[in-house]
């Protein structure tokens, strides 16, 4: 018999071939690689941000800071780069290395006073911003020959698509997020904590060193993606990507993963990043609807995807509860 | 059957004749945060409809992310121009660049970007210095040589329209010892700031009867402060001239009434003059000035302000 837990990701990989379809037959120029390439391209810093989000709602927590995040780490790339002169990879491993801490600090705070996620990276939220602001209340434009390079660093695929380095970078991530949440301990542990506290101390699994972990995986991807973003704007924001965090977490959910944690695939994130790309691109190819239909339409999958897992939960008991009798 | 595939070979050259004349072109807009951009966005389909344009419109939500995935997606249709109504000033060059390399000009709207100009083909956009320039002009004119005590309401401090349309009154004024600007502050572009400023104003000043004109730099706060001169008891444009800028449909209300006297028009109309310097692009290669100043036109009671309420009122002001 098929694994229940499998079927949202089912569910996920069928409407993007849906989505895919009704794409190409109402624009045949969609199935370009130009569209493809734009795609990861466009997406790119939302697809790894997603990733570090996959594993914290895998683990049953949630990180509201990220998009303050990514926004502070384009401030922080851009001043830096205009007020010293550190090379772009020192300035990048000094970002993540304060990105990376501030998850672990997050991620400490929630297993030290048992406070919920929500609220702490509700608070994390609002200091990233305001760390941002306090860096630059402009949009700083990065000027470094270095920087511009990797702007300009593309694969040209057949058919005048762009493969971007900051496409394959978050092809990577999604790579490196599989291996970490489905190969390694430390992703069991994820999965064990998802499934609750109490069975996963049970189980042997280091609570607090993982949710730790947790936070510093999402503070890390975070910072990624703020480099990813500011190589793709060539410039910092503090006003930049408000909101993305609840875009990050759409995403995870339209991809399969349960809200409750426990269950999904970091596979399922990207097919659900791609799906809201494609959409904002149907959007956009047909021109006359209101860019707003984006925002309707991720609104119903998600409320179809609840539905879905509610469901599931449901069959499974009731499966449980059949085996019991 | 030779006749019939000929017939069919005919309609569809005809369907392709007739589809290439329609251009295509992409407007990335920022969002509708303002009447005054909502209006644009009116006036840009109903213009593009008048010349038979193909427009597609995408709506960023105030997001630069959002209008740059809409530039590179115009690129991959391959349409045939693209407007862009900048968000930010910064990180436009690479999809510029990507538009350049697709031979596909760009034309910047209402706002500039600090890329390489020649990523662009031209920026259509208004002179703020320009706009405070000719309200200033129009009250020199307006005094007639007598004695005129101004007071200002200032945009939002520090942004540049409040700088620049300050500067540019100042200069329109500038030579004419009779006219002096005796108080200046910010309203910051609202109505609500507006009458409470004028309030204060009113009252240093005599109850106002020291007070001969205001400008402001929008009409928001002029109507604001017009509510402010008539609770002090005072007949607004007649004892207190009022001249300000953007001719919102408000403003020619009050005009109409006969209690505002002069507004400079920033118009919301920036994709007629984009879509002219297209079609000569298109049809011979001439490539415009990099810059396409719009017209700050100046209206008063004389231009039939009822009739221009009317014809603002339905844009999404």
Redesign the interface.
Known sequence: MTNPRLLPLYATIAIFLVACVICYAQFPYMASTRVLGNLLTDNAYLGIVAVGMTVVILSGGIDLSVGSVIAFSGVFIAVLLRDTGLHPLVVFALLLVVTTAFGAAMGGLIHVLEMPAFIVTLAGMFLARGAAYMLTIDSVPIDDPFFTMLQKAYYLMPGKGRLTLIGVVMLLSVVAGMVIAHRTRFGSSVFALGGGVQTARLMGVKVGRTTVGIYAFSGFMAGLSGIVFAIYTGSGYPLATVGTELTAIAAVVIGGAILTGGAGYVFGTLIGVLTMGLIQTYIVFDGTLSSWWTKIVIGGLLLMFIVLQKGLLRLSTARLAGGAA | MTIRTLLSAAAALALTAGMAQAQVV?FSQIGSESGWRAAETTLTKQQAAERGI????????Q????Q???I???????VDAILLAPV???????VLE?AKEADIPVVLLDRQV?SSDDLYLTAVGSDLVHEGQVAGEWLVSAANGEDCRVVELQGTTGSSPAIDRKTGFEQGIAGHDNIQLVRSQTGDFTRAQGKEVMESFLQAENGGKDICALYAHNDDMAVGAIQAIKEAGLQPGEDILVVSIDAVPDIFQAMAAGEANATVELTPNMAGPAFDALAAYWKDGSVPAKFIQTESKLYTPSDDPQAEYERRKDLGY
């Open positions: 992409g193909d427009l597609r419109f995408s709506d960023a939500q997001r630069q992310e959002n740059i995935a809409a590179r997606s115009f690129i991959a249709q391959g930010v000033a910064t990180g436009w060059d690479s990507e600090d």
